[in-house]
């Protein structure tokens, strides 16, 4: 069965910092995965996702992930952290028709 | 542009007394989802709708039924929520491929958040 596990239920970064983000899968077959962002009381809106075609994956407001085989992870990474990137954060894969998530992992910006 | 519309944003409802909310999407895709989010956790599923075929999680509470009308419609019904209901609820979709290419994501609304008083 396919799952996924973010380690640190809280990251905080100062702004212009390293952000990372990290899950790792655990899947029996092909993992297909995906990072959403969720800010406060709204949906999730889909970072980025990883299909096989490219081991590194760009996402949308400067976000990229890199699917690892060997390390069974797809870590979110930012260069430099912004004041609006903060929110919370959810790997995931699919099972089925199904989308199952990670724990989540909110991230903080200081200034 | 096309989308995922969850109405309301915010509903209030009173202990026991049953209440529905709404999802609708112009995307045209065939599975529809409901979640509930309670605070700083992750999204649970509770059911999902492959066209007309109906799929309930193993651990959603009898209290909750839903309805998909058509395509475009599907509806949460909570029959007699507690106070333990009170919570997000997401409705998303997605358009899955066939065999092993489930690399669709979901398209999710804007969410309900429900308060039971």
């Known amino acids: 069965a396919q799952s996924v596990t973010q380690l640190g239920s809280h990251v905080s970064v100062s702004e212009g910092a390293l952000v990372l983000l990290r899950c790792n899968y655990s899947?029996?077959?092909?993992?297909?995965l995906f990072w959403y962002v969720q800010y406060p009381n709204q949906g999730l809106q889909l970072l980025l996702k990883?299909?096989?075609?490219?081991?590194l994956v760009k996402g949308i407001n400067g976000f990229e992930a890199e699917f690892k085989k060997s390390e069974t992870s797809f870590h979110l990474t930012k260069p430099s952290a912004h004041m609006s990137d903060a929110a919370e954060y959810f790997c995931?894969?699919?099972?089925?028709?199904?989308?199952?998530f990670g724990a989540g992992t909110r991230l903080f910006v200081k200034a | 542009d096309a989308m995922v519309i969850q109405n309301p944003r915010y509903q209030v409802t009173q202990f026991g007394k049953p209440v529905t909310l709404s999802c609708s999407q112009t995307?045209?895709?065939?599975?529809m989802y409901w979640y509930q989010q309670k605070s700083s956790q992750a999204p649970k599923l509770l059911f999902h709708?492959?066209?007309?075929?109906?799929?309930n999680e193993a651990d959603t509470p009898d209290n909750f039924q839903s309805r998909r009308p058509n395509t475009s419609f599907c509806f949460l019904d909570i029959r007699s929520p507690g106070l333990g209901d009170a919570a997000m609820y997401l409705c998303?979709?997605?358009?899955?491929?066939?065999?092993?290419?489930?690399?669709?994501?979901?398209?999710f609304g804007q969410g309900t958040r429900l308060t039971v008083v």
């Open positions: 998303a979709t997605s358009s899955p491929g066939t065999g092993l290419h489930m690399n669709t994501e979901a398209f």
């Open positions: 899947s029996s077959v092909p993992p297909y």
């Open positions: 990883y299909t096989s075609a490219a081991t």
């Open positions: 995931a894969c699919t099972g089925g028709f199904k989308t199952i």
């Open positions: 995307l045209n895709h065939n599975v």
């Open positions: 709708y492959y066209d007309k075929d109906f799929n």
